[in-house]
């Protein structure tokens, strides 16, 4: 207790002269020191006093989401709203845009006339600024509902016009960039499905070709040449058994002709030609359905090579008589005989059309299966190239009628639902924050000061300050002693030094009207900068 009660008289001790020596030193540095701060204040009030008043001006839009619904139109402008905005921004922050606001409403004229354009443009772009506002959604994510835009300047008259201006151009621009693009969508699918159509149309026509090249032999035909071929067989036997049927009629006529003649006149030459020529009609109308060893073929082929030889060794030298000739029944056999070879051949020549009908099907039923595959894929490119078109013709009647939406004015629109008003008030500066600021950085150089010129002053100013360098004793003090000279001098510095304050704070003030008045001021710039 005794130990830690010493040990704070030490310290009261030691704390005693430490505050005594900082007394000392700032009522030795005292005017040095007031100087610092009067002329730290002084900059700080006149640069507060000449920073211009900055206003700004505000309007709210809303973003109407379409009015129809997407179930029955759906808009081909699917760019997300942010993307949309960057890029009307981009449009609306252009020089050629701003260069005509800022000659329009006479904006940055101080600016103007020490800047080139290219940094007043900047300027202006700096000035503007774009806030989102969103809302809630369906996935719990912030949807965009509005965005306020913001613009900053010294005339509140003007910021709020430029403001109002502003939005208006981003709700012109919204309509135009939609229509652009809804227009440019459907000028696409136009394009698209032009060639498209065209595509179709020469896939149609080498189909066409190929199926002219292989009329009948195509896949879908397969049916119809079985059903024919069937037809055709069915034909040829029916004409072969009618031939057998009219060379078996022709036989008996022809015998019956014989045994007439023979009877008039027996054993002529003629009966024996008749029956020669008979034989060999049946000889042909047998070997078109049996071969050369038939029985049937075999017996009329012997009988025919003795009725040869016998009308060989036979003189046929004289006419048959005029009773042959004249006989009815002769000469209606001799008829139904001719009819029945006019039929015959009739018949030998349907043969020979159903035969070449019934290759020809044929061959078409061999070749079904070498065809069918390019046929398929002919087929199969035809009716992909059928069903894009068909796609891209109702995709091409959605864009147009998204088109003609926007056009109507029936999409997403922009519409102001707070303009920009007269700004009252400025915006900045905060000329109470700047103040308190300023004042306690005047208290930090005046504290500074004192600082720097004790740590700079090598002299004594007590006999404590010297007994303790000195390690000797100090055996008299004398104090300074004025005379009528000393304080002449010290009336002359003191108005040497009022003066050169005066005319310092003058200069300081000059200096602050430079650096802070006017709209391309250092200081103003920097301070009144957007954003800080």
Excluded: C
Aim: proline residues 4%; glycine residues 4%; neutral net charge.
């Amino acid at each position: 207790m005794a130990r830690r009660e010493a040990a704070e008289m030490e310290d009261d001790d030691r704390r005693g002269p430490a505050l005594a020596g900082a007394a000392a030193a700032v009522r030795r540095r005292r005017w040095p020191a007031l100087f610092t701060f009067m002329a730290a204040v002084t900059a700080v009030i006149s640069v507060v006093w000449f920073l211009p008043d900055v206003y700004r001006s505000s309007a709210t839009v809303l973003i109407d989401r379409q009015q129809i619904p997407d179930e029955l139109v759906r808009s081909t402008v699917t760019s997300g709203l942010e993307i949309r905005l960057h890029t009307i921004s981009q449009e609306i922050l252009s020089r050629s845009r701003l260069q005509a606001l800022i000659e329009r409403f006479d904006l940055y004229p101080d600016l103007r006339r020490h800047s080139p354009m290219e940094e007043v443009i900047e300027r202006m772009r700096d000035d503007i600024r774009i806030e989102l506002k969103g809302g809630p959604s369906r996935n719990e994510r912030a949807t965009t509902v509005a965005f306020t835009l913001s613009y900053t300047g010294r005339d509140p008259k003007k910021v709020a016009l430029v403001a109002n201006t502003l939005a208006s151009f981003y709700i012109e621009e919204n309509l135009k960039v939609r229509e652009r693009q809804a227009a440019g969508t459907a000028e696409f699918l136009r394009v698209q499905l032009d060639n498209m159509k065209r595509t179709l149309e020469q896939q149609e026509q080498v189909v066409s070709r190929f199926k002219e090249r292989h009329i009948g032999e195509l896949p879908q035909q397969m049916e119809a040449n079985l059903a024919t071929l069937e037809q055709l067989n069915s034909q040829l036997r029916l004409n072969s058994d009618q031939q057998i049927q009219v060379a078996e009629r022709r036989a008996a006529v022809q015998k019956q002709l014989e045994e007439a003649e023979s009877s008039v006149n027996p054993g002529g030459p003629r009966a024996a030609a008749l029956r020669l020529e008979d034989l060999r009609k049946q000889l042909t109308a047998l070997r078109t359905r049996y071969s050369e060893k038939y029985p049937d073929v075999a017996r009329i082929k012997a009988e025919i090579a003795a009725l040869e030889e016998q009308l060989q060794k036979a003189e046929l030298s004289a006419e048959p008589s005029a009773a042959v000739a004249a006989n009815p029944q002769v000469a209606q056999l001799r008829a139904n005989l001719n009819e029945l070879d006019v039929r015959g051949r009739s018949l030998q020549a349907e043969s020979k059309i159903l035969h070449d009908a019934l290759a020809r099907y044929q061959s078409r039923v061999e070749n079904v299966p070498r065809t069918e595959q390019e046929y398929q894929r002919l087929a199969r490119d035809y009716e992909a190239t059928k069903e894009q078109y068909h796609s891209l013709l109702m995709r091409q009647g959605e864009a147009e009628v998204a088109e003609s939406m926007e056009q109507r004015q029936k999409g997403e629109q922009f519409r102001i639902i707070e303009s920009a008003m007269v700004s009252e008030k400025p915006t900045a500066p905060n000329r109470g924050q700047l103040l308190l600021l300023g004042t306690l950085l005047a208290l930090a150089l005046a504290v500074g000061t004192v600082v720097a010129l004790e740590q700079l002053d090598t002299s004594f100013h007590s006999s404590d300050d010297l007994r303790r360098h000195a390690r000797v004793p100090v055996l008299v003090s004398i104090p300074r002693v004025a005379t009528a000279q000393d304080r002449q001098e010290r009336r002359r510095r003191v108005a040497l030094t009022t003066a050169a304050t005066a005319l310092g704070l003058a200069v300081i003030v000059g200096a602050a009207y430079l650096a802070a008045a006017g709209e391309h001021a250092p200081l103003a710039t920097l301070i009144l900068k957007p954003g800080s």
